[in-house]
């Protein structure tokens, strides 16, 4: 083949080359406007479903009730659920029991003296079925203000001590003031929000460095060696790897002076003086966390947040419960404030417990400390009356009450 000839083949070729390529562009650019959705507007929504986020609002004219708004659109015989970014909450009207009138995407705030509230949403001739949240009046709780010292411990190994290196002062102060915010309530003006009147503060930091031996069994260490003065310092010991025996589900009061059917739901021991305990373990007394459930803490999506753990060791119960468990238990945590949920969904959005007979169920974006996969932001009246119970009757619980 002469040289010329070559290059009118060549020449060919990328002729070829060109104009399979402005083809396929082409079909790609008509397939994607023919694949193109067309988008829903108000008039095609045939079905609302708005949820209130809690089942008990604090008339105090500062505690916030938000909603959750599904909307539906009809294709041939099937209803389908508009994506949530896609419902035009700033259209959509709830209209309150005592007369006021709002946007979907604003709060509602209330004074009434009434026992509950009920809430109607309307979109153009689409209304959604009415919803009532309990009214609770403000009382004062009158509770002692308490200031709760807490020691830090880092447990680590040869191995582990770049891992303890990273845990710094200021981040323990900055998880710890976190805690603090949900406690108080500042985070969030949550619907059934308290104030528990707790602060915690870091007394010390320490850090002991163990053999390769005994991080195989570090409660065993801690409570050989790491135990002194837990009635007065909330331990938190921090390592590597949480072993089950200090694992998060473990944390509780275990012992009560008082009588244990005024705190339901844990399998107290009765006793009448710190010295019928014969066998105090770590997990009876204070907090185990790993060293990544710390650096997560300051990223917001922790698996293991500081507040749960916090409200674990105060005789709190997680607010959700798995499907294929539940019983028809109207509460959950022996809180009748909050609000239970199923844990079938891992997101901030979950779907409420039947809250009545007729299965009625609230789906809610959570912010309780007890709730997974939550902002964590508040505890509930309930529940701070529940801490406040423990504080009162469990032994090791009794940290920054002053004598």
């Known amino acids: ?125 689409v209304r959604a079925p009415q919803v009532k949240v309990a009214l609770r009046q403000p009382v004062s709780l009158s509770l002692t203000p308490l200031r709760v010292p807490i020691v830090f411990v880092s447990l680590y190994t040869e191995q582990t001590k770049t891992q303890m290196e990273n845990i710094s002062l200021e981040l ?78 473990r944390i509780h009061p275990q012992y009560t002076f008082g009588n244990p059917n005024d705190i339901p739901g844990i399998d107290f021991e009765k006793v009448n003086a710190l010295s019928d305990i014969t066998n105090l373990e770590p997990n009876e007394v204070g907090i185990a966390m790993t060293f990544a459930d710390v650096y997560q803490q300051k990223t917001g999506y922790e698996s293991r947040p500081f507040t749960r753990m916090l409200g674990r060791f105060y005789g709190l119960l997680e607010t959700g419960i798995n499907p294929t468990k539940y019983n028809k238990e109207k509460d959950v945590d022996y809180c009748p404030d909050t609000l239970p949920y199923f844990t079938s969904n891992g997101t901030v959005e979950k779907q409420s417990i039947p809250l009545d007979q007729s299965g009625l169920q609230y789906t809610f974006n959570s912010y309780n400390i007890m709730d997974r996969n939550s902002t964590g932001v508040s505890v509930s009246r309930d529940q701070v009356l529940r801490i406040r119970q423990v504080i009162k009757d469990c032994p090791y619980r009794q940290q920054g009450v002053t004598p």
Request: glycine content about 4%; overall charge negative; aromatic content about 8%.
């Open 1 to 125: 083949m002469t040289n010329k000839a070559f290059h009118q083949l060549k020449g060919g070729l990328l002729l070829l080359v060109l104009l399979c390529i402005v083809w396929l562009i082409n079909g790609c650019s008509r397939d994607v406007s023919f694949m193109e959705t067309q988008r829903i507007g108000a008039e095609g929504i045939v079905r609302m479903e708005v949820s209130p986020n809690s089942r008990v609002l604090n008339a105090d004219g500062k505690s916030e009730l938000r909603f959750l708004v599904r909307c539906y659109y009809q294709v041939d015989t099937v209803e389908v659920q508009l994506l949530d970014e896609r419902v035009p909450l700033n259209e959509i009207t709830i209209t309150s029991s005592d007369g006021k009138t709002f946007r979907a995407n604003e709060t509602y705030t209330t004074t009434a003296h009434n026992d509950s509230i009920s809430f109607t949403a309307t979109l153009d001739r």
């Open 172 to 249: 323990l102060q900055q998880m710890v003031e976190q805690a603090n915010k949900a406690f108080s309530g500042t985070l969030m003006p949550a619907p059934n929000g308290c104030n528990a009147a707790m602060q915690f503060y870091v007394k010390d930091y320490q850090t002991v460095k163990i053999t390769d031996e005994e991080a195989e069994t570090p409660e065993k260490y801690i409570q050989d060696k790491l135990l002194s003065g837990c009635d007065k310092v909330l331990y938190v010991w921090l390592m590597n790897t949480v072993r089950w025996r200090l694992r998060e589900d």
